[in-house]
């Protein structure tokens, strides 16, 4: 079973992370017009949303694999008090990228698979839980695009515009977890990513991962937080919100 001790899941101690992290959301903040801090503001629904079934995602696979931790530890829950993480949650909100607290699982436990496939089925249900929520509330946007106006309540100023709250805030839920999806495949530790894909390096590669960690961790904090993993990641994101606005095109095409 995966444990946390003195050290936090990056290499930092936890005294350090959130110092960094104050420091980063002082500077934020003040670097922010009053149109981005509304944006974060509508984004952080859509964020508790995304982290929430993200992390309920992996413990729900490691239960019906046969382990019964994240259950045990009140992990197999939509609750997000019980998946925030701090590091995760701030760069979720401000750039569109992060994760929640890691699900611990004993892949001792398995019992319809072997170790390492079971540990790539529940690292691969959280971002596959992104996705699937990300096509509902595309199709949940569309619905309420195409077929609210319609209807003799928006005939009211005041219902106009809490209908185009409700559409922001889809939006912001939308993009954050195609985001959070696209993100945590990334095959760096400690995201999902790794999980999947490190194995399939050769053994000299993943030996080599292993021994800088600590240094892979700063850089990686440093992307996140500094936007530039964001801009990387934004030309799939598009892509997947493209393939996915298609779809819900298409189903909604059946009933126009």
Known sequence: ????????????????????????????????????????????????????????AHAYAAVKLGDPTPRNQGRLT?????????????????????????VQINPNNFTKVSKSKGEAIVALAGPLMNFLLSFVLILIYYAIMIFLPETPIMTSNFAIEIVNIIITILY???????????????????????????????YKAQRWIDENLYMISIIFLILCLTRILGYITSPIIEIIMNGLEFLAYKIFSIFI
């Open 172 to 202: 912001y839920a939308i993009v954050v977890n195609i985001g959070l999806g696209v993100f945590n495949l990334i095959p760096i530790p400690p995201l999902d990513g790794s999980k999947i894909f490190l194995k399939l390096l050769p």
């Open 1 to 56: 079973m995966r444990k946390e001790n003195k050290m936090y899941r990056y290499g930092f101690d936890k005294k350090t992370l959130y110092i960094i992290i104050g420091v980063l959301i002082a500077i934020t903040l003040i670097n922010l017009g009053t149109n981005s801090l509304i944006g974060l503001l509508f984004s952080i629904p859509g964020v508790l949303l995304a982290m929430s079934f993200h992390e309920f």
């Open 78 to 102: 939509l609750d997000p008090l019980k998946h925030i993480d701090p590091v995760g949650i701030f760069t979720l909100i401000v750039a569109h990228i992060g994760w929640g607290k890691p």
